[in-house]
């Protein structure tokens, strides 16, 4: 009686086990359409011309972001670097750092538009002083447009280490950039697109890879581990029916 309960028991938890691989498989491919889909949406829009950000692009924009995530941008203003936000935690080939994303003001807009300037170095990953990176003067620069979240956690601020150190964030958020900057704010970011040559940072961020991800192959292995599951399953039934018959 006690090994039919034990055998039921662990049945029930490989069955469990087997049944949340395939879930988790579903789950892998399921992120493989969303990148694929995402794939196909920034090859049709980065083909198109660019968009001149002016009043009406920005007015646009505002009242149909989506319609221009991943489009290219050309866009012309001066930054105000009171207004710069550091995002701690990037990473550019294995060397710690952060992005510097600051607002352009842009002329005949009422709405700032963010610009990610790209990646500089910070040995921890977060404490940096953005002085000496600053782009002054009017500038032309050419992007692509993304979207600006709405996070909930308010982009997950930080304290720099040291006296008088800044905020830091995880992640931009729409509402903390409006209220810090005290001015609307574009629900579409800039993330500058490399130039042909730059030797000092900020080095700007390439535009999204057109990989498919590891998604496919992290499907086929939760479902291999389901089938293994579902096979050491079928060996031990028919151990335990051997036993009983003899």
Known sequence: ?????????????????????????????DRLEQR???????????????VTLDAAAADSIRRDPARFVN?????????????????RGRAQDGNPGVHLVTPMRVAGAPALVMVNRGWVPSPDAA?????PYAEPGERTIEGLLQDVPVTG?????????????????????RAT?????????????VQELPPDTRSTPPFRVPAP???EGPHLGYAIQWFSFAAIGVGGLAILLFRERRKRAE
């Open 127 to 131: 404490t940096v002083d953005p002085r």
């Open 71 to 87: 489009r290219r941008v050309r866009v012309r203003g001066t930054y105000l670097p009171a207004g710069e936000v550091v995002l």
């Open 209 to 211: 890879e057109l990989s």
């Open 36 to 50: 694929r889909a995402r794939n196909a949406s920034l090859v049709e829009k980065t083909a198109l011309p660019p």
């Open 1 to 29: 009686m006690k090994h039919s309960v034990r055998g039921a028991l662990a049945a029930a938890f490989i069955l469990g086990m087997c049944a949340l691989c395939v879930r988790l498989g579903f789950w892998q491919l």
């Open 177 to 189: 950039l409006a209220r810090n900057l005290g001015r609307p704010v574009l629900p579409l970011y």
């Open 153 to 173: 956690d308010g982009g997950t601020p930080a304290k720099m280490a040291g006296a008088g150190a800044r905020t830091t964030y995880r992640r931009l958020d």
